[in-house]
C-alpha cells in the first residue's frame, strides 16, 4: 500500500486530492512541516526525506518519491485508466507537465511560499508584485475550458485547487478573476475533491490545537 506523508492544507493536498480520485487505498502519516516531527511516533520527518518537506510518498517497493509534480504523475500512472494524466505519446501529456511545472515554480514557490514562510515586507514585495500577472495566465487559460488539460480532470487540478484555495489565506481575493472562481467552484463540487479538502481542514483544526 502506499503512504503519503503530508501536512494539512499544505501542497500535499493536491497529492491527497489525485489519491482519492483514482480510488487508490493509501495510510496517512502527518508529518508537521514546522517542528520535523512525525506525529505518529514523533521521529524526525528528515528521517523519512532529508527535505523535510510534504509530500513524500512511499511506494509499494519501500522507495520514496518527493516534489508535488512527480508525486502527482506518479499517482495518475499506477491507474492510468481514470485519465488522471494523458498517455504516453499523448501531446497532452506534456501540456500537463507544463501546468504542473507552472504552478509549483510561479504559484507556489514564488508566491505561496514566500507569504506563508516569510515575515519581512521587503522579501514579500516581490512575489506581491507578480501575483497578479501570474494568476492571469490560468484565468485567461480557463475562460472557455472546464479542466486544465484536455476536457476531463487531472492531477494538474489537483494542483490548482490547492493553490487556489491557499490565496485567500495569502491575502489575494481570486473573485476579481471569474474564470479561476467558477472553476474552483466547479473543482470544490467534486465528491473527493470536497472529501479531500473537509478531512484536512478537520486535521488543521486538531494540529493546530496540540502542541507539536
Known sequence: MLKLYFFPMACSLASRIALMEAGI??????????????????????????????????????????????????????????GLAPGFGDPDRYRLQEWLSFIGTEIHKAFLFPTFWYKDDGSLAKPRARITQTLAVPSAHLEDREFLVGKSFTVADAHLTWALLLLR????????????????????????????????????????????
Not at 41 to 54: C, E, H, I, T, W
Open 169 to 212: 489565506p495569502a491575502g489575494v481575493d481570486i473573485a476579481q478573476w471569474p474564470a479561476l472562481s467558477a472553476y474552483l467552484g466547479r473543482m470544490q463540487a467534486r465528491p473527493a475533491v470536497r472529501e479531500a479538502i473537509a478531512t484536512e481542514m478537520a486535521l488543521r483544526k486538531t494540529v493546530a490545537a496540540s502542541p507539536a
Open 25 to 82: 487505498e493509501a495510510q496517512y502519516h502527518l508529518a508537521h512541516i514546522w517542528t520535523k516531527k512525525v506525529a505518529d511516533d514523533g521521529s524526525d520527518f528528515r528521517g523519512v526525506s532529508p527535505k523535510g518537506a510534504v509530500p513524500v510518498l512511499v511506494l509499494e517497493n519501500g522507495e520514496r518519491l518527493t516534489e508535488s509534480a512527480a508525486v502527482l504523475q506518479y499517482i495518475a500512472d499506477v491507474k492510468p485508466e481514470t
